[in-house]
């Protein structure tokens, strides 16, 4: 069901359209989470012994969620979202794996790069494994969750992964080349701001095809539209700020932000509890 928030409060894919919760009790609190949080780097290997760095931080036993990277890699950002997941009330194991093999991008030229370089059926793979990894270690249930990039291939994931327990993606939906959504085969939470301007992939229009596409599938399933905000709303680091004013998007949206971690944190809750 499509539904719109009731909070008040550089076009990077221009060439390629596919291109109780924890308080922000500060700024300085978000920007130092990723620094002090202690995240584990382990290997994966997928089924075709390829293998990747991933970065692993909550309880041993908790359920799991693969959280997927922005355009820009395994950042302070990602990290910050997936050490606040790791916080969350039921307490989850949250697993970042590196997309890009150690790649960041520190400007949008190399971030587009980056982006323009991904293997997308390769990433899925590396979900599939991140996947299995965690529930071959001790984590019962798994979710995937993703932003931007991330977002487009956690529905995807939804799609092509087999096991997937449910799934929560911000602003991002993947080419029906890679997924068709209306074939999802676990249940589906999406976020988008409702100005965001990235035609075909996270705009208003986007998520509302997507929200047909899974009803077709049969899912449960939740779009929610936030009035007021752009493209990568939940991002709250002072850095992360500084970069989207840098690239013409307006400031943060507080009420929206915990809106959507509450949101997300009921969905995971609901169908990741044993």
Not at 11 to 38: D, E, H, W, Y
Not at 208 to 223: D, H, I, Q, R, T
Not at 230 to 246: C, D, L, Q, V
């Amino acid at each position: 069901m499509l539904r719109f928030a009731t909070s008040s409060t550089p076009k990077f894919f221009a060439t390629n359209p596919l291109r109780t919760i924890l308080p922000f009790a500060s700024r300085f609190s978000v920007r130092s989470m990723a620094n002090s949080a202690p995240f584990n780097k382990i290997q994966i290997q997928r089924d075709d012994n390829t293998t990747f760095d991933a970065y692993v931080i909550g309880k041993q036993d908790a359920p799991g969620i693969v959280v997927l990277q922005e355009w820009w890699g395994v950042d302070f950002e990602i990290k910050n979202h997936a050490a606040l997941i790791s916080q969350l009330s039921l307490g989850f194991k949250a697993l970042i794996p590196d997309l890009y093999r150690g790649k960041v991008g520190l400007d949008v030229a190399e971030a587009q790069h980056l982006f323009d370089g991904l293997d997308w059926p390769g990433a899925v793979k590396d979900i599939h494994a991140s996947v299995d990894w965690l529930k071959a270690n001790g984590s019962k249930k798994v979710g995937v969750t993703g932003f931007c990039m991330g977002g487009a291939l956690a529905i995807a994931s939804s799609v092509l992964v087999p096991h997937v327990d449910a799934v929560v993606a911000f602003y991002g939906v993947p080419s029906s080349e890679l997924a068709d959504p209306a074939k999802a085969k676990a249940p589906v939470q999406a976020h988008f701001g409702e100005l965001d301007n990235f035609v075909g992939f996270s705009d208003v229009t986007a998520a509302k095809a997507l929200e047909e596409k899974l009803k077709a599938s049969g899912v449960p399933n939740e779009v929610h539209i936030y009035p007021g905000n752009t493209h990568a709303f939940m991002n709250r680091s002072p850095e992360g700020i500084t970069r989207r004013k840098n690239m013409g998007l307006p400031d943060e949206d507080e009420a929206s932000v915990q809106l959507a971690w509450s949101r997300f944190q009921s969905w995971m809750t609901q169908y990741l509890s044993s």
